[in-house]
C-alpha cells in the first residue's frame, strides 16, 4: 500500500547527503589536498559522492516504479488522503505494518546491493593502482 515510501526517504536522505558530500569534495582545500598528489594517468578513483549517487538512482527508480504499480492498483489516489488505506484505521494499521516491514526490507536489500558495488568498485580501483605501481616500477629499471 505505502511501502515505497521507506526507500523514498531514504532517496531524499542519501540524496541531501550527496549534495553536501559533492560540495565538500570540491571545496578548495580538498583541491589544494590532491593537487600535491602526482597522479598517473593510470589511476583511478571514483568519488564517494558518485558513489551514493548510484545508491540515490536505484531507490529514485524503485520508488517511481513502486509507485506507479501503486497508482496502477488504486491503492494512491490524485485527492486526499493521497493513500486509500489513510482513510479506515484498521487498513492504516496494516498499511503501517506493511511499511514497517516489506518497506524497510526493500531498502535495506537495496542498500546491500548499493554496497556490494562499491565493494567491487573499490577492489577494482585498488587493483588499477597495484597495475600501474607495479608499472612504474618496472620502467624505473
Known amino acids: ?21 559533492e560540495k565538500k569534495e570540491n ?4 583541491a589544494k589536498k590532491h593537487s600535491g598528489n602526482t597522479e598517473n594517468a593510470g589511476s583511478l578513483h571514483v568519488p564517494f559522492s558518485r558513489k551514493l549517487k548510484w545508491l540515490n538512482n536505484m531507490l ?29 484505521p484498521a487498513d ?12 524497510v526490507t526493500m531498502a535495506v536489500l537495496v ?12 577492489v577494482i580501483e585498488k587493483r588499477v593502482q597495484n597495475t600501474s605501481a607495479e608499472d612504474e616500477k618496472e620502467a624505473a629499471s
Open 111 to 122: 542498500s546491500a546491493v548499493w554496497l556490494g558495488m562499491v565493494a567491487v568498485s573499490s
Open 1 to 21: 500500500m505505502a511501502c515505497f515510501l521507506v526507500p523514498t526517504a531514504e532517496a531524499i536522505v542519501t540524496t541531501i547527503a550527496s549534495k553536501v558530500i
Open 27 to 30: 571545496s578548495p582545500e580538498e
Open 60 to 88: 529514485w527508480g524503485g520508488s517511481a516504479l513502486l509507485a506507479f504499480e501503486h497508482v496502477w492498483h488504486g491503492e494512491v489516489v490524485p485527492y486526499f488522503p493521497f493513500l486509500t488505506a489513510a482513510s479506515d
Open 92 to 103: 492504516a494499521a496494516e498499511m503501517l505494518h506493511e511499511m514497517s516491514t516489506v518497506g
